[in-house]
Structure formats: structure tokens, C-alpha cells
């Protein structure tokens, strides 16, 4: 097949989000494609499309749908043809794909662990007894509930800049936030620290950015296989796996890591209660073709041992 490359006069749509860091995360995609091919900027449109997930800041993602809020209306502009890539977060990604589309393409993964933020304060460790902290996660509010049961949660939705407004304000004392969304918006100077994962174990996913297309558009398919990294790729099955078969939604806190070492690929998981009072873990290593199947083993251990009642707060 002869590759026919996008031009200003056709050119090539890529669908975003339009906070500050989907609009960076789509300009980085723009820039790999014109490095690839020798394109100039204006053969690639960026289009902003306004989601659910952006409209509703006041209630919890749970409350009004999941995950899925951040993509609908950017996967339904794709299969009408009124773009034609999608640039999302992985960490947002819902785990099986509307018919008709899929994602295939990874570019290189940021930093995975998540960044302490606080104008007042340097550490977890360091915070007063009893104040309190910022965050619309669930993963987050009991991994922080596990280790400082005293602290007080409230709801912090948002993009970055919301989030640090609501932090000036006296909302919370402090927020957490992905330190790839920090290195990539320019704002790493934002964090007081990093989290490493031992202590806080990032989302599935998080640091990843997924470029996703219509199945059968075999020219998007050409156009984005030099963008993807295989190694991503390789890590992402495993821990995209493990939330499939744990039924991962923005209603169950899950965290999750897979991280390479030459051949063997290691894969550590984990799920919470909410109230933070018990947190169940697993860790596996084996061949990097193999994660996938770790994955969806290491789903079923954890299903396991959480027995009857685990999850009956999901109602």
C-alpha cells in the first residue's frame, strides 16, 4: 500500500481533550508524526472536543459514569470520521474499546509515580494530624488512609491548574498529582517530592499516552507505527490485563506497576478498600511475552484472597 502522508490542504484530525496537559500530550503526538514523516504542523489538525468528564467537576467519577466520561464524545467524533486519532491518558482509558476502534500505539511512558503537592507542607509524613488532603481518586484516598488514617478526604477534581487554585484557596493542605503530567505541562518544580512506588503505587497505566483509531483505517495504522513503543506496549499489556480481569472501574481502587529488566518483565498489583482499613498485594515476575497471562493470573490470586464481601461496597 502507498502511504498517502496528511497535507494542509487534507489534513490529519487528531482528537483531544483540552486541558493543558491533553493539549500537550496532543502537540507531542503532532511533533513525533512530523518528525516521522517530515510533515509540516499544519498538515496535522489538533481538535479540541469538550467530554462529559470535563463538563462535571463537582461530584465524583463514580457517581457519574467512570471512566468513560473522558472519552465518549472523543470515540464517537472518531467513528463519524470528524477526526481521525484520538490522543488520551492511559491511566483514563476504560479497557475494551467501542467497536470499530482500537489502540495500538504507545508512545515512551514518563514518569510513573505520583508527586506530593503542597504549598505548607514537604511530606505525607510531615502533615498535622487531622488536615486536610485533596484528591478525586480513589486509588490515592486509601493507599493515604492505609498509612494516615486520621487525615481527612475531600473531593479535588480537576486539571492541574484547578487543582493548585483549590490548594491556594485553603481547600485541602495538600494534593497529589501524576508526576508525568507535571514533567510534561513544564511544572515538575510543582511537586515538593515524588512518590516512589513502594510507597504509593501508581494507577494502571499512569504516565502512558495511548493514540487509538478506527479498526479498519489501515493508513492511521501506518502513519503511527513508528510513534509506538514497544516497551510500553509490553508493560501496558500486563497491567491493562490485571485491571480487565479485576472489572477496574474509577468505583474500585486498584494500582498497579510492570517495569522491564533485559527479558523479565516484574508485575506488582493491588486492591483497597475505600475507607483505606485493608490492602491486599501481589507481585510476579516472568518472560515479557508472558504478561498478559501474569496479568490476568494475578487478578484471580487477588480476587482470591478478597473473598466474599470485599467489594460488596460497590453495591
Given at each position: 500500500?502507498?502511504?498517502?502522508?496528511?497535507?494542509?490542504?487534507?489534513?490529519?484530525?487528531?482528537?483531544?481533550?483540552?486541558?493543558?496537559?491533553?493539549?500537550?500530550?496532543?502537540?507531542?503526538?503532532?511533533?513525533?508524526?512530523?518528525?516521522?514523516?517530515?510533515?509540516?504542523?499544519?498538515?496535522?489538525?489538533?481538535?479540541?472536543?469538550?467530554?462529559?468528564?470535563?463538563?462535571?467537576?463537582?461530584?465524583?467519577?463514580?457517581?457519574?459514569g467512570g471512566k468513560g466520561l473522558f472519552t465518549r464524545e472523543i470515540e464517537q467524533a472518531m467513528l463519524v470520521g470528524e477526526i481521525d486519532i484520538a490522543v488520551h491518558s492511559m491511566k483514563d482509558m476504560p479497557v475494551l474499546q467501542p467497536e470499530g476502534l482500537t489502540l495500538d500505539c504507545y508512545l515512551p511512558r514518563e514518569d510513573v509515580r505520583d508527586a506530593f503537592v503542597s504549598f505548607d507542607h514537604d511530606s505525607l509524613a510531615a502533615l498535622p494530624e487531622g488536615v486536610k488532603i485533596g484528591t478525586s481518586s480513589l486509588r490515592r484516598r486509601a493507599q493515604l488512609l492505609i498509612v494516615r488514617p486520621d487525615l481527612e478526604v475531600v473531593e479535588f477534581r480537576g486539571n492541574v491548574q484547578t487543582r493548585m487554585k483549590k490548594l491556594q484557596d485553603g481547600v485541602a493542605a495538600c494534593t497529589f498529582l501524576a508526576m508525568a503530567g507535571l514533567n510534561r505541562l513544564g511544572m515538575n518544580d510543582v511537586a515538593k517530592s515524588a512518590i516512589e512506588p513502594e510507597e504509593m503505587l501508581p494507577a494502571i497505566a499512569q504516565g502512558a499516552i495511548g493514540i487509538e483509531r478506527r479498526l479498519d483505517d489501515l493508513r492511521c495504522a501506518a502513519l503511527l507505527e513508528p510513534l509506538h513503543d514497544r516497551a510500553t506496549g509490553e508493560r501496558l499489556a500486563a497491567e491493562r490485563a490485571l485491571l480487565a480481569a479485576l472489572d477496574g472501574s474509577c468505583e474500585t481502587p486498584i494500582a498497579g506497576l510492570a517495569e522491564l529488566d533485559g527479558g523479565t518483565l516484574r508485575l506488582r498489583g493491588e486492591v483497597l478498600r475505600p475507607d483505606g482499613s485493608e490492602r491486599l498485594c501481589e507481585e510476579a515476575t516472568g518472560a515479557i511475552e508472558d504478561g498478559a497471562e501474569m496479568g490476568r493470573a494475578m487478578a484471580a490470586r487477588l480476587l482470591d484472597r478478597a473473598g466474599e464481601g470485599f467489594f460488596d461496597w460497590r453495591g
Open positions: 500500500m502507498t502511504l498517502t502522508l496528511p497535507t494542509p490542504a487534507q489534513p490529519l484530525k487528531i482528537g483531544t481533550r483540552g486541558s493543558p496537559l491533553a493539549l500537550a500530550q496532543a502537540y507531542e503526538t503532532r511533533a513525533r508524526l512530523m518528525a516521522a514523516f517530515d510533515l509540516p504542523e499544519e498538515a496535522l489538525e489538533i481538535v479540541v472536543i469538550k467530554t462529559t468528564g470535563d463538563k462535571v467537576l463537582d461530584r465524583p467519577l463514580k457517581e457519574i
